[in-house]
């Protein structure tokens, strides 16, 4: 069974930068897709970034391109958000997904095609 935990959240001025991480145990021989999920209270969940196993595809949802980045190691089994020029508007709780594949990568940003759920971490951007 895979177990996600996630790391990295506060609060941080508009303008800042935070850097999330997302460790990962338990995982057998891969593929995996990771992504990066947020939510607010009252809100549906809502796709942030994801990145393939070999991280040769990254794709982001149009309000963070540019200023979020997605990266991985797989030697230590942790996958980064690097957000900058944070907005009042990226407050939310941050939550890391996975879901093994094979074959090529399919990208998605679907919460229902993701198996593996963190508990997530606070992200607050004061203005």
């Known amino acids: 069974q895979v177990q996600l935990v996630e790391s990295g959240g506060g609060l941080v001025q508009a303008g800042g930068s935070l850097r999330l991480s997302c460790a990962a145990s338990g995982r057998t021989f891969g593929p995996y897709g990771t992504a990066w999920f947020r939510q607010v209270p009252g809100k549906e969940r809502e796709f942030v970034a994801a990145i393939s196993w070999q991280a040769r595809f990254t794709g982001y949802v149009d309000a963070v391109k540019g200023r979020f980045t997605i990266s991985r190691d797989n030697v230590e089994n942790t996958v980064y958000l690097q957000m900058n020029s944070l907005k009042p508007e990226d407050t939310a709780i941050y939550y890391c997904?996975?879901?093994?594949?094979?074959?090529?990568?399919?990208?998605?940003?679907?919460?229902?095609?993701?198996?593996?759920w963190g508990q997530g971490t606070q992200v607050t951007v004061s203005s």
């Open positions: 997904a996975e879901r093994k594949y094979s074959g090529s990568y399919t990208y998605t940003r679907s919460v229902a095609s993701y198996t593996y």
